[in-house]
Structures are given as C-alpha cells and as structure tokens.
C-alpha cells in the first residue's frame, strides 16, 4: 500500500525498470523517485495508480529526466501533487493527456526549477479544488506559455492565501507570455496573474486552450455507451456531424480502430 521514497536518492540509477510491479493497493507514491538525479528514462505505463492519493514529490530533483509520460496515470483519487516535478531541470516535455486533478488540494511548488520547459499544457487540469499553489511555477526562468481551458480555477487558492501574500506562483519566471500578449513582471507574480491572458483589461499568464475529454467520440462531455456507438460507426466508414477523431483516439496512436473500443471501455468501467 505504500511505495513511499521507495527509490529516494538511489543516485546511480540511469534506468529503472518497473514493468513487473504491481501496485494496484499503493496509496501513497511520494517521493517514489525522489532524488534519482541520473535516471534519464524511465517507462511509467504499466505503473497503476488508480488508489494512488499522495503523488507529492514523486519525481523531486530527477535532474536528467527530459521526458515524462503519465498520460496513463488514473488520478481520480489524488489530492496531493506538491512539488511533483520540482527540480527536474533539464525536463522539455511532461505528456499530462486527459489528467484528472478533480480533487487535488494542494499544488505547490509543482513545477518549480524546472528550468529547461518552455511549454506546459496545463488544459486537462481541473483546479476548482486546489487550495494552495504556492510558488508553482517558481524559477522557471525558459517557460514562455502555460495552456489552460475553463476547467482552470483559483477561487479557492485565492480564499486560503494569507494577507501578506499573493502565492508567488511565476517568481522567476521572466519569459512567460499570456495568450493576449501580457508579458511577465515582477509586480505582478501572484495568483491575481494565474487566469487566461484578457489583454490589458484583464491580464493574466495564461493562455486559453480548449480541453477535449479522451473517449467523448460524439461530443457530449460524458464517456459512455453512445462514444461506443460512434467510434464503431466511424470505423465502418459513416461517422456522424458529432464524431470527434482526436477524442475517439484514446490510446494515440493515429488511427480510431478497434483498439480504441476496447480503452473506451474501459475507461467506462473504472469509473464505476
């Protein structure tokens, strides 16, 4: 049930084979990688994480990483994500596709140090529970844009802040450019910044992107039957007005196929 800094400082490591294990009980996963400041590739696809709640720190200070991949991770339960990825310097690309973080409390210093991103999409995160975000974004000094969707949301970040401080989200972060042009400034590195770039009436650091829910073939903002039905239609050559090929690709590999029947099923059970 606990894999807590199970690998924590194993400085040596350059590689890491995980495919064997069986984590479907593991609950807390911080700090699991914490410290592996050598590993340089690590295959995260088999690793379940549907009971996971505490994800915090799990890849602290994996300096050479420069790929993730947790397209795959159920986080329908985790509610603690703080300084995740914090430290991973040499990091350019972190693949959060379709990312539940419904009930995540607590986001601070998530991406802090990571000093080589440029781009994160940030389009999939639900935040509308997220409590605290304190310095999440913290001396990143190469990041240019964050992409969001309406799923982002800092009433309750903005609620739990004390009077004397405004979260620090973007300190350091002197190349990000809002959606609308903002540029950064050091007067403005709070959360009163952390929402989509409106221009000069409304100026944020983040620019909009649409979220498209994995699985949702026809559009409807719900996995279920009916995505089946559309996907199987597709297939035989008469899609409907509604069919959405980038939705109905749930497992990307470029094709909607049968393949893709058989994830949205499953993605339909876990749910359950």
Known sequence: T?????????????YL?????????????????????????????????????????????????????????????????????????????????????????????????CQSLTTLDLSSFNTSNVTTMYTMFGSCPNLETVYVSNLWNVDKAIANLSANSSGELFYGCNSLVGGAGTTFSTQHT????????????????????????????????????ADIVEVVNAIMGSPSDRFNQEAADINNDGTVNAADIVFIVNKIMSSY
Not at 2 to 14: I, K, P
Not at 49 to 54: C, F, P, Q, V
Not at 192 to 201: E, F, L, R, S, V
């Open 2 to 14: 606990n894999t807590e800094y199970m690998f924590a400082e194993c400085n040596s490591l350059a």
């Open 17 to 113: 084979d995980i495919s064997s294990f069986n984590t479907e009980n593991v609950i807390d996963m911080s700090g699991l990688f914490f410290g592996c400041s050598n590993l340089t590739d690590i295959d995260l696809s088999k690793l379940n994480t549907e009971r996971a709640t505490d994800m915090s720190q799990l890849f602290f200070d994996c300096e050479k990483l420069a790929s993730i991949d947790i397209s795959g991770f159920n986080t329908n339960n985790v509610t603690n994500m703080a300084s995740m990825f914090e430290g991973c310097r040499s990091l350019t690309d972190i693949n959060f596709h379709n990312l539940n973080t419904s009930d995540v409390v607590d986001m601070s210093y998530m991406f802090r140090k």
């Open 190 to 225: 709070g959360l009163n910044y952390a929402h989509i770039d409106g221009g000069p009436d409304n100026p944020g650091y983040f620019t909009y992107k649409a979220y498209t829910l994995s699985g949702d073939a026809n559009g409807d903002g719900t996995v279920n039957a």
